[in-house]
């Protein structure tokens, strides 16, 4: 069992910057990878970013070069680092971890890029 608690999100302007963290705790010996997703308002939950245990990154095309996902694996944390924000970025974000079969999810948060 892995538990993930997000934090870093808030109210930020456009073309600024937020970083995300998702601390992890229990099992987290057994994680296989883990991963950022969103869900903007109305829309469905997208993938933002993922990094393997072995360091291997993946992003969205709509964030990359300007998102980046680092981790810290002495504290058990992922975070993510968003730079030069859009209106577009605004939505809840979850932080996920997969071990083998399972996925494990954060219960999210709210990042608002105002115009």
């Known amino acids: 069992q892995v538990q993930l608690v997000e934090s870093g999100g808030g109210l930020v302007q456009a073309g600024g910057s937020l970083r995300l963290s998702c601390a992890a705790s229990?099992?987290?010996?057994?994680?296989?990878?883990m991963g950022w997703y969103r869900q903007a308002p109305g829309k469905e939950l997208e993938l933002v970013a993922t990094?393997?245990?072995?360091?291997?990154?993946n992003y969205a095309d709509r964030v990359k070069g300007r998102f980046i996902i680092p981790r810290d694996n002495a504290k058990k944390t992922v975070y993510l680092q968003m730079n030069s924000l859009k209106p577009e970025d605004t939505a809840v974000y979850y932080c996920?971890?997969?071990?083998?079969?399972?996925?494990?999810w954060g219960k999210g948060t709210l990042v608002t890029v105002s115009s």
């Open positions: 996920k971890a997969i071990l083998g079969v399972t996925n494990y």
């Open positions: 229990g099992s987290t010996f057994s994680i296989n990878a």
């Open positions: 990094i393997t245990t072995i360091g291997s990154t």
